[in-house]
């Protein structure tokens, strides 16, 4: 076998490997050989069948596997007695094979570049600290004791409207015919809340305490219940009691209410789940501080390959009709170019994004390969763990998706050594902690070299009001989520 570099241009090698016909041969003749000891065949006892019939018969198969490990082995050659680290899968294309003759063929690849490593000792990072406000905490107080204010009795006869709840009994027919699950009695029901079959509140609308109506609903077309789905229903409705919302007060009654000790024991919550929100921001802001800062170091050649994955990943979430074309036509090998409609300014920013991915991405890898950082296997169960905890109660399907989904675990590992590498990176670099206030921690990136915006605002108390939720999570039944959607897409991509 004979291997010789005939292309080294950027990133990109080239290798010629010959194999000649006699090395074919041999590892032929060894594979038929082999073949011969086993192969069972009319006529023949085992391990007895003559090589001409075993030749005439597996002969090509063997012929076939005999190139194919010369090939692989052909390719480990190049690679390794060049003591290339690939970029990417390495291709092995057959320039020329005659039966008898020697095979040429050529392998192409690219490799990883030369990466010049930055000082980290020299580097200055600003890390953003944020605490919870009071304003924040008293936001987010209201917003519990608004959609938690407590059921009045309505004393005064009156008609019922939206917001009010109802006490009843009733029965539903379909065709004069009582149906499984359709009577109750005691029933609690909020008017406007949607939580029965479309039309049966809006018949309630303007009842009184002691009425007894009929309610004619139609059960929805993709109604669950098959039997049901589409048909006609008549509910004999009786309202035995109607109470209103009272007032929202922020006491120790609400904090026992939402099971805290008292109003002090929920602010609590609130202020660490708010926190914790805040947390998660702090250190994307630091990350994006660390990138930004790498960013300024020495540039170097990038893959191709690799900036051509990412420049479509960029340009199709920047077009969404590319990205809905991509995502109903996956399989389509004609599907549009991920930036057809763009004009050249999108197209120019698309990559300019991808190629600071990539390169920051190699950056990293680099940074931890050198310092022997790595992921361990307690990291990536640790993880799984973390996952788990999102969807209470079904804990064990999430740890039945990983065990048979091994790729799945795989790509947990990608934002883990991230991870480490930056906080490896933040041990070595001179930190500065600067103050930020909510609306610059939550400001969109192209927002923050001007004043706050609304939208940052908006987001601020998207982000409280979510804390607040998470701070009464115990009163709430955990929502139901399928497995699959815990396996998140872990990539190695670095924010822009």
């Keep these: 076998m004979n291997i010789s570099e005939t292309k080294a241009e950027g990133l990109f090698r080239e290798y010629s490997i010959v194999i000649t016909a006699a090395e074919i041969e041999t590892q032929v003749s060894e594979k038929l050989a082999e073949l011969a000891k086993t192969v069972n065949m009319p006529g023949f006892r085992p391990g007895k069948v003559p090589m001409s019939v075993v030749k005439s018969r597996f002969g090509p198969q063997a012929q076939g596997d005999a190139i194919k490990e010369a090939l692989d082995e052909g390719a480990k050659q190049a690679i390794e007695g060049s003591d290339l680290r690939l970029a990417s899968q390495p291709n092995v294309d057959i320039k020329n094979y005659e039966d008898g003759k020697d095979l040429e063929a050529s392998l192409t690849c690219e490799v990883m570049p030369d990466i010049s490593m930055p000082d980290l000792g020299k580097l200055s990072i600003e890390r953003p600290t944020l605490e919870a406000g009071d304003d924040e905490v008293a936001e987010a107080l209201t917003n519990i004791a608004d959609g938690n204010k407590p059921s009045v009795a309505v004393e005064k006869k ?121 947390s998660t921001a702090l250190r994307q802001a630091l990350k994006k501080n660390v990138l930004d800062a790498l960013a300024e170091g020495d540039a170097f050649d990038i893959p191709l390959s690799l900036f051509n994955q990412e420049y479509e990943s960029v340009a199709r979430a920047m077009n969404p009709a590319a990205q809905k074309q991509h995502d109903q036509d996956h399989e389509d090998p004609d599907r549009p170019a991920a930036d057809e409609g763009m004009d050249d300014s999108a197209r120019q920013e698309a990559r300019e994004v991808a190629e600071r991915r990539v390169r920051l991405g190699l950056l990293l890898t680099e940074i931890g390969r050198t310092n022997n ?59 500065t902690e600067v103050k930020t206030d909510v ?52 990539s190695k991509k670095v924010a822009k």
């Design 373 to 431: 950082i790595d992921v361990s296997e307690e990291d990536t169960r640790n993880a799984v763990l973390e996952e788990a905890r999102r969807y209470p109660g079904q804990e064990q399907m999430v740890f039945e998706y990983f065990q048979k989904n091994p790729e799945a675990m795989q790509q947990l590992a990608g934002p883990i050594f991230e991870d480490k590498t930056i906080d490896f990176i933040m041990e070595m670099v001179n930190v």
């Design 439 to 490: 609306e610059t921690l939550y400001a969109a990136p192209e927002e923050t070299a001007a004043p706050a915006k609304k939208t940052a605002k908006k987001a601020a108390k998207k982000a409280a009001k979510k804390a607040a939720k998470k701070a009464t999570a115990k009163k709430v039944a955990a929502r139901e989520a399928p497995a699959k959607k815990v396996a998140k897409k872990a």
């Design 158 to 278: 009156r008609a019922a409207k939206s917001g009010d709840v109802l006490t009843i009994d009733f029965i539903g027919r379909i065709d004069g015919e009582a149906f499984e699950g359709g009577a109750a009695e005691g029933h609690s029901l909020e008017l406007g809340s949607n939580s029965f079959i479309p039309g049966f509140e809006d018949g309630l609308i303007g009842t009184k305490v002691g009425d007894k109506l009929d309610v004619t609903v139609n059960f929805p077309e993709d109604y669950q219940a098959a039997h049901l789905a589409g048909k006609p229903a008549v509910f004999e409705v009786t309202v035995q009691e109607m109470s209103e919302q009272g007032e929202a007060k922020i006491d120790d009654e609400l904090g026992v209410r939402l099971g805290f000790a008292d109003l002090e024991g929920l602010k609590e919550a609130i202020r660490e789940q708010i926190n914790a929100q805040h």
